[in-house]
């Protein structure tokens, strides 16, 4: 049976940016099966105690931009440290992970351009335009997802995964949780790696 990974992340998250496609390819290795889980970074926040960006010390928000600087250039990924459209709403392209997946569709490239589009392209991810562009790009159904994303079914489910997060006691995104193992930051996807190996390897 494959490992199954269950991805708590936001679409505006820097270090979901940064950890995005080491992930994906982490799980691509050990055949784990994954599942998106957007969520609403403020309850997450309000249960594991962390303060959001602006009510953080100077001292704190600094590091921050060194770690998304450090991690970029590890990564080989581009990156503005300081993005023309950030802070901004996700709720949309977090829907739309959700009816993505719903739909049967593996989300794992719509989240990211989005993330891209952020971070790497000043673009507005609360534009609606912006994420009817990356559908049509992707050749999904733009209309219809969007339609989607919007319905009471998808809001209720984004508002589960957050449920779901304060539950398994996440701190913070991305978090990969694997048999109820937690691995918070993108700078633990080595972490899981070896966590999938040896759990692999056992069976």
């Known amino acids: 049976m494959s490992p199954r990974i269950d991805y708590y992340f936001t679409s505006i998250s820097p270090f979901t940016y940064l950890g995005h496609q080491a992930f994906l390819e982490t799980a691509r290795q050990a055949e784990a099966d994954v599942n998106f889980k957007p969520v609403k970074l403020a309850k997450v926040f309000a249960n594991s105690g962390a303060k959001p960006l602006p009510e953080r010390p100077a001292c704190r928000q600094e590091y921050r931009l060194l770690e998304i ?19 901004t709403d996700p709720g949309l392209a977090d829907r739309c992970v959700i009816a993505l997946q719903q739909a049967g569709h593996n ?16 673009m507005d991810i609360a534009d609606e335009a912006v994420i009817r562009d990356i559908l049509n790009a992707l050749e999904l159904d733009a209309d219809g997802l969007i339609q989607a994303a919007r319905s009471t079914n998808i809001t209720d489910q984004y508002d589960r995964n957050s449920e779901d997060a304060v539950r398994q006691g996440v701190l913070g995104v991305p978090a ?15 972490l899981l790696a070896e966590t999938l190996e040896s759990t692999t390897g056992a069976e």
């Open 69 to 87: 600087k450090r991690w970029a250039k590890k990564r080989g990924l581009a990156v503005n440290l300081k993005p023309a459209h950030f802070p």
């Open 107 to 122: 989300p794992r490239e719509f989240v990211q351009r989005v993330l891209a589009a952020c971070w790497a392209e000043e």
């Open 176 to 190: 990969y949780v694997l048999n109820g193992e937690q691995f918070w930051g993108q700078d633990r996807v080595e």
